[in-house]
């Protein structure tokens, strides 16, 4: 029986989908799923889900719950992570938008974002190296590049970053490519996130080779039935109304993507919006001309939009738990459970994964956090070579890395002047501020996350 330990596991919206991806595979049914969280009323609401999942389809899957975090990890053969360390997030992100930063996980946010998580995951990794020094580290929690650099560097565990924008973007390319392919229905009490299209045929005749960084990862191999669906592609690209209209992507017109596509020669992971902000060529001081052709929504309206959501499926949520909706089981495009599954059962999986760069894309800083394809087994995850990446796509993934690098420094050793120079380096603070601009912004960051960030010299 394998203990997966899920912390933060208060956000719901996420664990939901980890927990009924576990209880997809036979296999993982009579594991111990052990729910943590330092907010008592969210992780009571999840361990109340979990709970009913379990009794309604009759599995014998052991639910425990914990705000204690050792007592979480004793004996852990998985530990998912999936924390947001709370801080002025909106302090951040108003401060941000004074200085003409539009960006949002990227920037001051992204930067703050690291500041307030790093020195937690590495907790819990000190952690696991006395209480569970065998387990896997699952690491889902943004920004994942530093995160897992800081990790690899600093501590002994064994880890893996993951998100879904490799999935999720060949979900995509399928539409884009114009492969029919059956809409399926999200069923009553599920979570969305693209789940089951990968399980169809039409996406099965797929094959992709994704190698990068996280958020910018490139296709460099994309084929449709054994050949290469490019030139298919960059045909279909010649038409803007297959990218421009508000359903192209779910996150609205993907035109950011196309230009990038047009002027790089491959498709990256990530969605517009994220693409812009990790780029020097979109948001540009007083030039508001730019918001409107690459349909790009103002982030302080972007996020009000995501709180109130947030905020009406809280309420759903809770409204569910107190009805006698029987809560379906289904998979999501999440990779968490399938390498649970792998490593239990020995069954071969290829997943993405962002790892330390050990000669894998040999063009990109060693010891930086690559993301790659990675074979899993009953030994574990094992990253795959991937050479040289085209020298344009290496070129515009190191924008990224150096101020990555300087930023996990700076972080780790609680240096305030390397966390300013990590954002001079910045491709989207670069681009629209001064030295001067940026040392004053940065100073009023500080401020505004004193109480979090006061060790820092």
């Known amino acids: 029986m394998a203990k997966i330990v899920i912390i933060g596991a208060g956000s719901h919206q996420f664990a939901r989908r980890i927990i009924s991806d576990i209880l997809w595979f036979p296999q993982l049914r009579d594991s111990l799923i052990t729910l943590m969280d330092i907010d008592q009323e969210r992780l009571n609401l999840i361990t109340v889900f979990a709970h009913k999942l379990v009794e309604q389809h009759g599995f014998k899957t052991k639910i425990e719950s914990t705000k204690n975090r050792r007592e979480a990890l004793e004996g852990a053969d998985y530990v998912i992570v999936t924390i947001a ?15 003409g930063i539009e960006g949002g996980w990227t920037g001051p946010d992204l930067a703050f974002a690291g500041l307030r998580q790093i020195p937690v995951i590495l907790d819990i990794c000190h952690d696991m190296e006395k209480l569970c020094p065998d387990a896997w580290l ?73 190698a990068g960084i996280n958020h910018m990862a490139w296709f460099l191999e994309f084929k449709w039935r054994g050949k290469d669906a490019y030139p298919l592609l960059r045909e279909r690209f010649k038409d803007p109304d297959v990218y421009s209209g ?30 812009a902000t990790l780029t020097p060529y979109f948001y540009k001081k007083n030039r508001p001309e730019l918001f409107e052709k690459f349909k790009l929504e103002p982030m302080k309206k972007k996020l009000s939009g995501f709180e109130e959501s947030r905020g009406k499926q809280d309420e759903e949520f809770k409204q569910q ?44 800083l060693e ?17 795959c070579y991937v050479g040289d990446l085209p020298s344009q796509l290496a070129a515009l993934n190191c924008l990224s890395i150096n101020a990555q690098e300087l930023m996990v420094q700076g972080i780790v050793e609680k240096d305030k002047t390397k966390i300013f120079q ?26 505004a996350e004193e109480r979090y960030l006061k060790v820092f010299k």
């Not at 360390?85 to 200085?99: F, M, N, P, S, W």
């Open 321 to 364: 738990l107190n009805s006698d909706m029987k809560f379906p089981i289904v998979r999501s495009v999440e990779y968490g459970a399938s390498i649970i599954h792998s490593i239990e059962t020995d069954k071969p999986l290829r997943i993405n994964g962002n790892v330390k760069n050990k000669g894998l894309i040999t063009n990109l």
């Open 85 to 99: 360390v709370e801080g002025e997030t909106r302090a951040v992100q108003d401060i941000a938008l004074k200085y």
């Open 367 to 383: 010891g930086c956090c690559v993301e790659v394809p990675c074979l899993v087994d009953k030994h574990g995850i094992s990253p």
């Open 138 to 210: 699952l690491e889902y929690s943004n920004p994942v590049p530093m995160i897992c650099w800081a990790i690899n560097d600093y501590t002994k565990v064994k880890n893996v970053g993951l998100c879904h924008s490799v999935q999720s973007t060949s979900n995509e390319l399928v539409r884009y490519l114009g492969i029919p392919f059956k809409e399926l229905e999200v069923p009553k009490g599920a979570v969305f996130n693209h789940f089951g299209y990968r399980e169809q045929e039409e996406f099965k005749e797929i094959s992709h080779w994704v």
């Open 422 to 447: 990590a954002s001079l380096l910045d491709p989207l603070i670069g681009t629209i501020l001064t030295i001067d601009e940026t040392r004053m912004m940065i100073d009023e960051l500080f401020q």
């Open 246 to 275: 508000p359903d192209a992507h779910w996150d609205g017109p993907d035109i950011v993507r196309a230009e990038i596509f047009r002027s790089f020669g491959y498709f990256c992971t990530e969605n517009s919006q994220m693409i």
